[in-house]
């Protein structure tokens, strides 16, 4: 049996958070180990947890996603980071920051889902 992707989800909306929680849950490859509600919290799980794959807003209190992405590349590489914003002029320089991928909030859930497959597929040699 393949091991399951451990997701962590940060997003400062509490029906959003639990969505995107649930949303991972319900996949059979997938696991939502935690969800925080600022950036000072994900980094913090992020460290302690050590998740496959963080699925986090930009615009989060705290630490935006931009500054927990490029500290995650840095510091947690082997961490893959989506950004999950409503500000698509950010998707243009995420990969800068260290995101893996930038999905919006607008897109179909299937689009996150892929992106958090795909993000967490090994990197080319």
């Avoid at 997938?30 to 919290?41: E, R, V, Y």
């Avoid at 927990?68 to 893959?80: E, Y």
Wanted: hydrophobic share 45%.
């Amino acid at each position: 049996m393949r091991r399951r992707l451990r997701v962590l989800v940060a997003d400062d909306h509490p029906s959003v958070r639990e969505n995107l929680r649930y949303l991972v849950d319900s996949e059979d490859d997938l696991q939502c180990i935690g969800a925080a509600k600022d950036g000072h919290t994900c980094w913090a799980l992020c460290m302690d947890l050590q998740p496959d794959v963080l699925v986090v807003d930009q615009d989060i209190p705290g630490l935006d996603g931009m500054t927990i992405a490029r500290t995650i590349n840095r510091k947690l590489p082997h961490i893959r980071v989506i950004l999950y914003t409503m500000d698509a002029d950010i998707c243009s320089v995420a990969q800068d920051f260290g995101a893996a991928a930038c999905i919006s909030k607008d897109a179909p859930f299937d689009h996150l889902l892929s992106a958090i497959r795909h993000s967490a597929a090994p990197l080319p040699a």
